[in-house]
């Protein structure tokens, strides 16, 4: 192990060990809690050229992050050492480095804070503004700088916001903004009384790059940019009891942004939805649509990939848990789509001829997403305003599920939970070729508890389709033993797996194998401690996290995962 890592293991390993979960009394009203965590994830990776590992050059790769933070009544401080000098297969060449890029302190009073450092923040549901770190995804596009919060007046807070953005090891683009919100219920007795709320917002988001990048709409002229992108949001959220609805529009300023269908058009950006919810005990219904034109927001025009978004733009697709229900995630197209989704959950009643003995739950999931249509002007090159959008009318399909799911208590110890999916995914839109897949995807789980101690967990998977490597299989048995340790072991494989050159590549000259992907671990927990421990292989694929994806090559290997939070 290099002198660097022993260093940075070195360093956080004491700070965990000396830091623990504890008060200092200072005081009265300045007591001060410590908390922070620790978390490393490490790869001893092995060469497979049938699942196409590709070579290292690392022996052992490592991702890890060790915060403190120390809280009291008036000021709040934190700090995150990151050592990602050998990381995991798949981050950007630019996520390697270590160092301290995260650290701020924070004063509050009673009706305000101040933020100086590196904060995250979203306004509204993050059209114009959403920093957030996603460990998996190797996102943290913090801000490095000032935040101020106050709250006025009863039902009024208003934020104010100043940065640089985080890429990597660097910081990029200026952004400010304010963000403006109304809670007009708090100002009438006559709703508070009969349980209406009513939210109104808005937003503004300024995008200052000073960055000098040459970039030429042909061989002899070169783009006039403009330094500054403006962006605005507004929202209004009304609930009721159960019932709830939530407006949003947001628009940005010609915009020039790297894009692969249309690069570096002078258009301005556009998102809207709706989404309505309604809840009562044992049902609910969720309906929301939302439009995106051209809203590929980031904080460095030529940037590509899952760095430099100031935005968030969410997919209308459940998140799946299940291995083969994910293996085809949609990622949102930022240059633009339509988007729907319907979710009703109900919930069977005990002693009822569908509820049988214990209950039964089912939810059944709809979501659809496709193009908007482009009528193309000037042949849409840069530096043109690239296309028309009639705002009602769309184009080819990207993404569509059906999905319903039913949760049944069988006996007092045995839990079984099924599921169908049936899945159209247009690879060529997301990953860039591959056509429509359409797929049917069942799944079986089942859990069964032996005991106060001893639990057993069971998946049985099943994916059909005729396109891309046709259909796979997926098993898994999960034994957990209370209060400290939990065994696994999974499979999952199917019949026309490709053959890989040490590059990566497909070797089209052997034609296809079968190929098991067999994982085995084991968890051992005690307290704060988590230790997991285990070997095996993984396809490659896309990990993906809110409409955001990463691509993850096939790997092969020892795994070892640590985390310790106090």
């Excluded at 296309?387 to 009602?392: H, K, L, T, V």
């Excluded at 046709?470 to 209060?483: I, K, R």
């Excluded at 497909?506 to 098991?516: P, S």
Aim: glycine share 10%; hydrophobic share 35%.
């Amino acid at each position: 192990m290099n002198k660097k890592l022993t260093l940075a293991l070195a360093a956080l390993t004491l700070s965990a060990a000396t830091a623990g979960a504890q008060t200092i009394k200072v005081a009265k009203d300045y007591d001060v809690q410590i908390t922070g965590s620790l978390q490393t994830d490490f790869l001893v990776p092995q060469e497979d050229n049938k699942i196409g590992t590709g070579t290292y050059d690392d022996k052992v790769l490592n991702n890890t992050y060790a915060e403190v933070h120390a809280l009291s009544k008036y000021v709040d401080a934190g700090v995150r050492l990151e050592y990602l000098d050998h990381p995991l297969p798949g981050f950007d060449k630019d996520f390697k480095g270590w160092g301290v890029p995260f650290y701020y302190i924070k004063g509050k009073l009673k009706n305000a804070e101040l933020t100086l450092g590196n904060f995250y923040e979203q306004f509204g549901s993050g059209f114009i503004l959403r920093t957030y770190e996603e460990r998996s995804l190797g996102i943290d596009n913090s801000l490095l700088g000032g935040r101020v919060m106050v709250r006025p007046f009863k039902g009024v807070q208003a934020k104010v916001i100043v940065g640089t953005q985080r890429r990597y090891w660097d910081t990029q683009s200026l952004i400010g903004g304010a963000d403006l919100e109304l809670s007009v219920s708090e100002w009438s007795q006559k709703m508070q009384q009969s349980g209406t709320n009513l939210t109104l917002g808005a937003s503004w988001v300024v995008n200052h790059q000073h960055q000098k990048e040459d970039v030429f709409a042909d061989a002899t002229h070169k783009l006039r940019f403009v330094e500054n992108t403006n962006a605005f949001d507004v929202r209004a959220n009304f609930q009721k009891g159960g019932f709830s609805v939530l407006g949003e529009y947001a628009q940005k300023t010609e915009d020039p942004t790297f894009d692969k269908n249309f690069p570096y058009i002078y258009r301005k950006g556009y998102v809207t939805m709706l989404s309505t919810s309604y809840s009562q005990r044992g049902m609910s219904i969720l309906l929301q649509a939302k439009r995106s034109d051209n809203m590929n927001f980031r904080s460095r025009r030529t940037e590509s990939g899952t760095a430099g978004f100031i935005n968030h733009l969410p997919a209308f697709a459940m998140q799946q848990t299940y291995a083969l229900a994910s293996l085809y995630p949609y990622a949102t197209q930022p240059n633009g789509e339509w988007a729907y989704q319907a979710e009703l959950g109900y919930k069977f009643n005990r002693k009822t001829f569908l509820g049988g003995k214990y209950g039964t739950s089912v939810k059944l999931n709809f979501s659809h997403i496709r193009a908007i249509e482009k009528n193309v002007h000037n042949g849409g090159t840069p530096g043109t305003d690239g296309y028309g959008s009639p705002f009602w009318k769309s184009g080819e399909k990207y993404y569509q599920d059906i999905n319903v799911q039913i949760e049944k208590k069988l006996t007092k110890d045995f839990k079984l939970n099924l599921m169908y999916m049936n899945q159209y995914y247009n690879k060529t839109v997301v990953e860039g070729e591959g056509g429509m897949i359409h797929s049917d995807i069942f799944v079986a789980e089942g859990k069964y508890r032996f005991n106060k101690k001893i639990t057993l967990r069971g998946e049985a998977q099943y994916l059909s389709t005729k396109e891309d490597q046709g259909d796979w299989w997926f098993g898994l048995l999960e034994l957990s033993v209370l209060p400290n340790f939990m065994f696994t072991i999974s499979d999952q494989y199917n019949g026309a797996e490709h053959y890989y050159t040490s590059t990566g590549s497909i070797d089209e000259t052997k034609g296809t194998h079968v190929e098991h992907y067999i994982n085995g671990s084991v968890t051992f927990t005690h307290g704060a401690h988590r230790l997991q421990v285990g070997y095996g292989k993984t396809r490659a694929g896309y990990n993906c996290s809110g409409g955001v994806c990463r691509y993850v090559p096939a790997s092969k290997g020892v795994t070892v995962s640590y985390n310790y939070n106090f």
